[in-house]
């Protein structure tokens, strides 16, 4: 994701996509590439997010480089997490990466 946030292309996670608010944000819509606030998750096509997962969403892309990796996700957040990173990127990008797949083979 941090790729995509140096080349200005990554999902909105400070707000809400539909009407601006930065409370209750609590989905994803693959649609509008971004979270949903509570108000809007009922009339909207998303995917629930945990409260974690918009945390680190919105750590990944605020964060210092140097302080990238300075932190864990709980196996489900990450779970979570890396596939709504993976169907961002496969919308936004029409190729796989080789580097990318030789990465996933090394995940244990």
């Known amino acids: 994701m941090r790729a995509m946030v140096i080349n200005g292309e990554y999902p909105e996670s400070f707000s809400c996509v539909n009407c601006g608010s930065s409370e209750g944000l609590m ?3 693959d649609e509008k590439n ?3 606030c509570q108000n809007c ?6 995917k ?6 918009i945390y680190a969403m919105q750590y990944v892309t ?3 480089l140097e302080k990238l990796y300075t ?3 709980t196996p489900e957040v990450e779970k979570e997490f890396c596939s709504m990173q993976e169907r961002f990127r496969k919308k936004l990008i029409d ?3 080789k580097t990318l797949e030789i990465l996933n ?3 244990i």
């Not at 629930?48 to 997962?53: A, F, V, Y």
Request: charged content about 15%; hydrophobic content about 45%.
């Open 95 to 97: 190729r796989d990466f």
């Open 71 to 73: 932190f864990l996700l």
């Open 27 to 29: 989905g994803y819509s």
């Open 62 to 64: 605020a964060a210092p």
């Open 48 to 53: 629930r997010l945990m409260e974690s997962t």
């Open 41 to 46: 998750f009922p009339h909207m096509r998303g």
């Open 34 to 36: 971004g979270v949903i």
């Open 105 to 107: 083979t090394l995940q």
